[in-house]
């Protein structure tokens, strides 16, 4: 990692907002106050990530994906990452530190939430309705879409509006094709997948060139990761990036609001950036981790968390899949991935299944001959080696996909981020530590969903399935751990992403989300950080700011 | 870098996990304990010192019986070897021209659109699926 701090022009002793955090909704934020004439400087702990440091299109990529391009940190062991016990947790926490966030790695499937995500309490009696609807947060996906040059078909009768995307859909392929005619079969809902890679040059970006590695990073530069969606815009607009900085603590002056935050640049030097308003953008994990660092006389239960609910309610969406293999020649390896369909057949509340709520699916493509052949360590020798080893790899190589379940979770206050008591980062802070157990209800979902999935792929033809109902590693969506709600009591921020306790302390990652839904969040994590940003543009006059 | 006997133990161990047979060659017929395995162990240099592990507990005997006390005995080694074995075979270009895997090579992306769309109109046959909001 380079020691450089990346700004084109000296930082201000006090800037207008600090944001913390450079990725998806940090990146919504600066570019959004800078082009709106605020001073805005942004700190994030990691480095840029050229598209050229991918392995996506060497030969090496499936060797390297298991270890320097792993989404897990505690695998990866980067030099911005920092690490996270899971030893109470059933799922591992997946993301990536430096520009763009976990842009970098995520799959780009583009989901908004259905209408009935927002109300889960009024339509099903759990978890709490968010303080606004679908409809209010309608434009700003749209205005976040064409920003993101989502490309992805319009129509789909699954949502109220059938939204229709900027750029035309990837190709369904051979892949998509087969899955779609099972479905037809079944007579059940499938649309082309929504994804943020770009079917063509838009932007700053090219094509998509159906690598398929896109959750290693994208070696073309077509998939949305916001390094290259929003930052050269941001910083063209004169938005202040230091990068290397690892905030250990927000500050608060003498009111009890946010002042600033302290931060150690590569060299271990400690830094203090003062600012007027603070926005939180860490994600679901990192966020209340800063939180409960930020402990002051007036926020002694760490910043802005008089309820105690700073770090609780964690969501992670467990994740479940059924893979089919089927006869035919179908180039599986083929990106993007990406979504090639999504269905959301099931993705309703039916009570006479035995749980509430539900999934999205996707349809994925199964990667190069290595795929995930790791931990073979115990399993018998001639299940995956000897002849079968030959067998295997022409049985399944280019002829095999995957139905995967996004699972909603409900949240639960007992499942929680706390500060690690003894581990630490490289810089001697805190780790954060999860303690997440899936609920009765999300196993019963997945169990369910699961074996729709596989019904799924024997109408399309499978010859055979393999199924997992909960994958370890599957916490791409960190997300609750900050509630957003109308009553300060039962909620940390409001609906403009405010903490109640500390008015200029505004939160925009997935730490705000009130319930999960069964959708990958980022369309909704970045259009809520579009209309958290907008509102505090539009109301500066009244926004109350530290030093006044 | 393995020395000679290191690369003589692993020889009869990668032909263990990857023999020739169904019409494909062994793990040394494939130049993996030759050449392969030195790229990979470049790529993968965390995974050295496990790897090595199983060259030494896999040191002595029959080949095979000393695949199976390796992953009996130190599954995180197995692990190692079967990883690296398996992405060095692959990273010879003839392997992936007998499996017929090109690679990640540039594919651009097309329109399919009309291999579909008719398949999609029962879809929206179907009608709305989704929960309004409540006012
Ligand atoms: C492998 C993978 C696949 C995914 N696939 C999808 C998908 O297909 N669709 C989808 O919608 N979502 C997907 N996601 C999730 C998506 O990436 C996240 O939801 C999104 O990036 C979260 O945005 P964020 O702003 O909350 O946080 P992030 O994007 O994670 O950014 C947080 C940033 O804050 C920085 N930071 C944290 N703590 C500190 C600190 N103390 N000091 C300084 N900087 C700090 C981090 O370094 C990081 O850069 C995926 C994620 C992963 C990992
Ligand atoms: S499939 Fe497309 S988006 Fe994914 S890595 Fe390849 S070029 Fe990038």
């Not at chain 1, 959004?32 to 440091?53: H, I, K, M, Y």
């Not at chain 1, 229709?164 to 892949?175: A, D, E, T």
């Amino acid at each position: 990692m380079s020691n450089t701090h990346l700004i084109k022009r000296p930082l201000p002793d006090v800037v207008d907002v600090l944001v913390i955090g450079a990725g998806a909704s940090g990146s919504v934020a600066v570019f959004e106050l800078a082009r709106n004439g605020f001073s805005v400087a942004c700190l994030e702990q990691g480095d840029w990530t050229p598209a050229t440091e991918f392995a996506g299109d060497k030969p090496e990529w499936e060797l390297v994906k298991q270890k320097k391009w792993h989404p897990n940190p505690n695998v990866r062991q980067g030099p911005s990452d920092y690490p996270i016990n899971t030893d109470e947790s059933d799922v591992n926490p997946l993301l990536y530190n430096g520009v763009g966030g976990s842009t970098i790695l995520y799959a780009a499937h583009w989901c908004r939430m259905m209408p009935s995500d927002f109300q889960t309490r009024t339509l099903d009696d759990v978890g709490d309705d968010w303080p606004f609807t679908y409809e209010d947060l309608q434009p700003f996906y749209e205005e976040t879409e064409r920003l993101m040059g989502v490309s992805g078909l319009g129509g789909d009768p699954a949502y109220p509006d059938e939204p229709s995307f900027p750029l035309p859909p990837l190709p369904l392929g051979k892949v998509g094709l087969k899955a779609a005619a099972g479905m037809d079969k079944l007579g059940w809902h499938w649309w082309p997948g929504a994804n943020s890679i770009a079917s063509k040059e838009v932007g700053h970006r090219p094509a998509c060139l159906r690598y398929g590695a896109c959750l290693t990073g994208c070696p073309a530069g077509a998939k949305a990761s916001t390094d290259l969606t929003h930052w050269p815009d941001a910083l063209e607009a004169g938005a202040h990036l230091v990068i290397g900085a690892r905030v250990r603590e927000i500050t608060v002056d003498d009111k009890g609001l946010a002042s600033g935050a302290v931060y150690i640049d590569r060299d271990g030097v400690e830094h203090t950036q003062k600012a007027r308003i603070v926005v939180l953008a860490a994600n679901g994990v990192g966020t209340p981790r800063l939180m409960l660092l930020s402990k002051s006389e007036h926020h002694p239960n760490g910043l802005a968390n008089s309820t105690d609910l700073v770090g609780r309610r964690l969501m992670m969406h467990p994740y479940g899949a059924a893979v089919g293999t089927y006869e035919d020649e179908l180039e599986s390896w083929l990106g993007p991935a990406g979504q090639i369909l999504h269905s959301m057949e099931f993705y309703e509340t039916d009570k006479s299944r035995g749980f509430v709520r539900g999934a999205k699916w996707n349809l994925m493509p199964s990667g190069g001959p290595l795929g995930m052949r790791s931990g073979y360590g115990g399993r018998p020798v001639d299940e995956s080696f000897g002849v079968n080893f030959h067998k295997n790899v022409k049985r399944v190589l280019g002829r095999s996909f995957e139905w995967g379940v996004i699972a909603e979770d409900l949240p639960d206050e007992s499942n929680r981020v706390i500060l690690d008591p003894e581990l630490t980062d490289s810089d001697g802070i805190p780790a954060p530590k999860l303690l997440y157990k899936s609920s009765e209800n999300t196993e019963k979902l997945i169990k369910w969903h699961v074996a729709r999935a596989v019904e799924a792929h024997e109408a399309a033809g499978a010859t055979s399935i393999e199924t997992t109902e909960l994958m370890r590693d599957c916490g791409w969506h960190l997300l609750g751990t900050t509630k957003m709600g109308n009553d300060p009591l039962t909620s940390v921020v409001n609906q403009w992403g405010a903490a109640h306790d500390c008015p200029n302390l505004i939160i925009i990652d997935g730490s705000v989300f009130t319930t999960s839904s069964g959708m990958n969040p980022t369309a909704t994590i970045m259009a809520n950080a579009l209309r958290s940003i907008r509102h505090l543009v539009e109301n500066r006059a009244t926004q109350p700011m530290s030093g006044e | 870098m393995l020395t000679d006997e290191q690369r003589a133990v692993y020889s009869r161990l990668a032909d263990v996990l990857i023999p020739s047979a169904e019409g494909m060659p062994s793990a040394s017929e494939a130049d993996v304990p030759t050449k392969w395995i030195n790229d990979a162990l470049g790529y993968r240099p965390d995974l050295v010192p496990a790897f090595l592990r199983a060259l030494e507990i896999g040191a002595d005997g029959e080949a095979e019986a000393a695949v199976l006390r390796i992953n009996s005995t130190d599954s995180v080694a197995f692990d190692a070897l079967g990883v690296l074995t398996s992405g060095s075979y692959f990273l010879n270009p003839a392997i992936k021209e007998l499996i017929g895997y090109p690679g990640q090579v540039p594919s651009p992306a097309y329109d399919d659109t009309a291999s579909y769309i008719d398949m999609l109109a029962a879809v929206v046959e179907r009608g709305p699926i989704f929960r309004p909001t409540v006012t």
